[in-house]
């Protein structure tokens, strides 16, 4: 017995053309609404994070060069019993340099817009 076809013009075949497209959109929206600022947010992130090793190493360098001029250029005055000011003038040094990041991050924190990496910036209504 032959089939009879019931859906003149092919409406199931546009039927299923529409949900292949539905699909794809779906599909495309999520990766733009996920994937796209997940992928800005671990670019800022590495940038970041690579950015801390870089100033975190050149401050140890930093500490270590003046402690060694602290106590190779300073004559006699840090021998003996006072060996351990050398250390305490680095120590402080590197204190009040991560202080100063701090502040500056905190600074930057108040004055920058709420918008995070990744999002797109809301537009503004104009009057």
Excluded at 69 to 80: R, S, V
Excluded at 84 to 113: E, F, K, M, N
Aim: net charge positive; proline share 4%.
């Amino acid at each position: 017995m032959d089939r009879v076809r019931t859906d003149a013009g092919g409406w199931g075949d546009r039927i299923r053309g529409m949900g292949g497209d539905t699909t794809r959109l779906i599909v495309d929206y999520v990766k733009q609404e996920t994937l796209d600022p997940l992928k800005g947010l671990g670019r800022f992130v590495l940038f970041g994070v690579a950015g801390s090793v870089a100033l975190a190493i050149g401050l140890v360098i930093a500490a270590v060069g003046l402690l060694r001029l602290l106590q190779g250029e300073t004559g006699g005055a840090f021998h003996g019993n006072w060996s351990w000011v050398p250390y305490l003038i680095c120590a402080v040094a590197v204190v009040l340099v991560a202080v100063a990041a701090v502040a500056a991050i905190q600074r930057g924190q108040a004055t920058r817009p709420t918008d995070r990496p990744g999002q797109r910036p809301e537009k503004k209504e104009s009057a």
